[in-house]
C-alpha cells in the first residue's frame, strides 16, 4: 500500500501549535486493522494512532472474526483482498455473529470499480477507502462513518 504524504508528520499541530481534534478518532476510539500486508498494517496502525486511536490488527479475515468475538472495537478497517477468509466474507460472519455486529467497518482496497463498492455496502460496510491512503481522506472518511453510526 503507497500512502501520499510527506513522510506522513501526522497529525500536525493546528495554528496555535496545539494538537488537532480529529474528532470521535480522538476519543479514544479503538480500531481493528485487518491486513494480510505487515506493511499495510503498519502504514495504518502509525496513522490512526497518531490522531489518537488505539489498534489491534488481524491478518486475515479469520483472526479478525475471533478478534471480534473477544474484544469491542469503535470502528474496523478490513482490506478485501486477504487470504483464508476475504473482507467481504469476514464482514458478513462479524455481522451475524459476534458482539461487534453493529460495529462500523470501512473498506480499504485497491479495487475501485463500481461492483466493488457495492458489494461492500450489500455485505453491511459502512464506508470505502482506496489506495493510495491519503491521511487526510482517511480521516475524513474515519469521521464521516463514525459521526453517522452515532
Known amino acids: 500500500m503507497k500512502v501520499v504524504a510527506e513522510k506522513i508528520p ?3 499541530p493546528n495554528q496555535n501549535g496545539q494538537n488537532r481534534d480529529f474528532g470521535k478518532l480522538s476519543k479514544a476510539c479503538h480500531v481493528l486493522i485487518v491486513d494480510d500486508k505487515q506493511d499495510n498494517l503498519l502504514i495504518l ?4 494512532e497518531r490522531a489518537g486511536a488505539t489498534t489491534d490488527s488481524a491478518k486475515n479475515g ?3 472474526v475471533e478478534l471480534c ?3 469491542s472495537y469503535d470502528l474496523i478497517m478490513m482490506d478485501l483482498a486477504m487470504p483464508v477468509l476475504n473482507g467481504l466474507e ?3 460472519i462479524i455481522r451475524r455473529e459476534t458482539p461487534n455486529s453493529s460495529t462500523p467497518i470501512i473498506a480499504v482496497t485497491a479495487d475501485v470499480s463500481q461492483h466493488v ?3 461492500c455496502i450489500k455485505v453491511g460496510m459502512n464506508g470505502y477507502i ?3 491512503l491519503y491521511p487526510n481522506n482517511l480521516l475524513q472518511e474515519i469521521e464521516r462513518v463514525l459521526s453517522e453510526a452515532s
Open 10 to 12: 501526522f497529525p500536525r
Open 117 to 119: 463498492k457495492e458489494n
Open 130 to 132: 482506496s489506495k493510495p
Open 62 to 64: 479469520e483472526y479478525a
Open 69 to 71: 468475538n473477544s474484544e
Open 45 to 48: 496502525k502509525t496513522l490512526l
Open 90 to 92: 469476514a464482514t458478513e
